[in-house]
């Protein structure tokens, strides 16, 4: 795809987080970037921007940011002429087809909630008028681990609006002096935008026409329940390290990200490997482990990993 190899011009390295970031966008949804200070998270949501021809807009999440420094606010105005007083609403930085959220959860969970409404429903409700974003919309944000001082968690009614949670690990040895020789000279990569607005609006139409067949479906929604503790099909892991597991939108996650992944490989039918490759950005933040589980350093990226290998895929080997 050009998109990818666009953006690959800049980022040296993190192909699998360029790659779900890439399959978000094309199912029409979130991601949210975890990973330490340094891993470039913020560039490589900048040069996805680049790449498409859309507006962008950055906001940096401070403890001292505001709801309306997101949605926007009513400002106090006065006529030259008659001297009469009205009040007009300045849109904030939310409207915009592309949203970098950088460092969201410097911010504490009342600002962070103020992307809840436009993240699921595309719009925005301020100054007593319910306004809509434009199309195409993406939040890409990006997060400190939370072990980070000076960090908030997310609420769980905002992290399950993000479709992956995708993390980003330090470079290879090859990569990281790859970064080093890109970095510290006089070259600089501009990208081309190769997709518009309704170009990237197809290809989320044509992402969603990808055949997908009735055992993806309920292999999907078996990987979804087998995350829940009081569910018959949950493992004795998840039975004993899991608070609460993945909810129905996750199932929808899996799928749209499927598509998207078979989309991107080639391929207008949706495979057993496609859910499966996107199953750890799917489900990692929409499982939260227990208090046992934090003390015997049980992840949520563990409890994943054994739900895979526990639940099987479908017999056929196309879906």
């Known amino acids: 795809m050009r998109l990818r190899s666009e953006v690959g011009r800049r980022i040296v390295g993190q192909q699998n987080a360029l790659d779900e970031i890439l399959i978000a966008l094309m199912a029409g949804g979130h991601a949210l970037l975890v990973g330490v200070p340094g891993l470039a998270k913020t560039l490589m949501i900048r040069s996805v921007a680049e790449a498409f021809h859309l507006d962008f807009r950055r906001i940096q999440f401070t403890p001292d940011l505001v709801p309306s420094d997101i949605t926007g606010t009513e400002i106090l105005e006065e006529d030259s002429a008659s001297g009469a007083r009205s009040f007009r609403f300045v849109r904030g930085p939310v409207f915009a087809n592309i949203v970098l959220a950088d460092e969201i959860n410097r911010a504490p969970p009342r600002t962070q909630a103020a992307l809840l409404e436009a993240m699921q429903e595309h719009r925005v409700t301020a100054a007593g008028e319910t306004m809509a974003l434009p199309e195409p919309f993406f939040v890409l944000a990006t997060q400190n681990p939370i072990e980070q001082e000076g960090t908030y968690p997310l609420p769980e009614a905002q992290l399950d ?12 040895a090859a990569d990281e002096v790859e970064i080093l020789r890109a970095t510290t000279g006089n070259t600089t990569v501009a990208l081309e935008a190769v997709l518009d607005a309704r170009q990237a609006l197809d290809l989320q139409r044509l992402t969603r026409d990808v055949a997908c067949a009735e055992p993806a479906l309920r292999y999907a929604a078996s990987l979804a329940r087998a995350t829940r503790p009081d569910d018959p099909s949950a493992t004795p892991l998840v039975r004993r390290y899991v608070r609460w597991g993945a909810g129905p939108r996750a199932g929808q996650a899996l799928i749209l990200g499927a598509k998207a992944n078979a989309l991107l490989s080639g391929r207008l039918h949706v495979a057993p490997e496609d859910i499966r490759r996107v199953a750890p950005p799917v489900l990692r933040h ?3 482990p227990n ?12 409890i994943v990993e054994d739900v895979l290998a526990s639940v099987g895929e479908p017999r056929s080997g196309i879906l």
């Open 291 to 302: 208090f046992a589980a934090e003390g015997e350093g049980i992840t949520a990226d563990r």
């Open 161 to 172: 609006r993000f479709l992956f949670d995708i993390r980003l690990g330090y470079p290879g």
């Open 286 to 288: 929409r499982v939260l």
